[in-house]
Nanobody, 122 residues
Framework: QVQFAESGGGSVQPGGSLRLTCICT????????MKWYRQAPGKEREMVAS????????KYADSVAGRFTISRDNANYAVTLQMNQLKPEDTGVYFC???????????????WGQGTQVTVSA
């Protein structure tokens, strides 16, 4: 059974930092690219970062490039998202999922975790 457990969210002021972690179970983690998504209030879920199977290649949404860093630990089935210089528009619920390709936002699995809330406000 595929499961994703996201953690690390919280409330921060603009310019602050957070580190999100997602622990994955139920599939062969090292066989998939891994992705972070976010869903802002009233908006559709969007992919913000993606990392290739071996971790050597990454892709970011234009809105977070240069501020967010995705990484993975294949041994521990974990993917992290380091978020720096946070802005109010980064507010939303953050989710992780696997993918077949680095570039596309399509998630490999229909099941999603609960996500972790990130709130950026003064």
């Amino acid at each position: 059974q595929v499961q994703f457990a996201e953690s690390g969210g919280g409330s921060v002021q603009p310019g602050g930092s957070l580190r999100l972690t997602c622990i994955c179970t139920g599939f062969t983690f090292s066989g998939y690219s891994m992705k972070w998504y976010r869903q802002a209030p009233g908006k559709e879920r969007e992919m913000v970062a993606s990392i290739a199977v071996a971790g050597g290649e990454t892709k970011y949404a234009d809105s977070v490039a240069g501020r967010f860093t995705i990484s993975r630990d294949n041994a521990n089935y974990a993917v992290t998202l380091q978020m720096n210089q946070l802005k109010p528009e980064d507010t939303g619920v953050y989710f992780c999922n696997a993918g077949y390709w680095l570039e596309t936002p399509v998630a490999a699995f229909a099941s999603w975790g609960q996500g972790t809330q990130v709130t950026v406000s003064a």
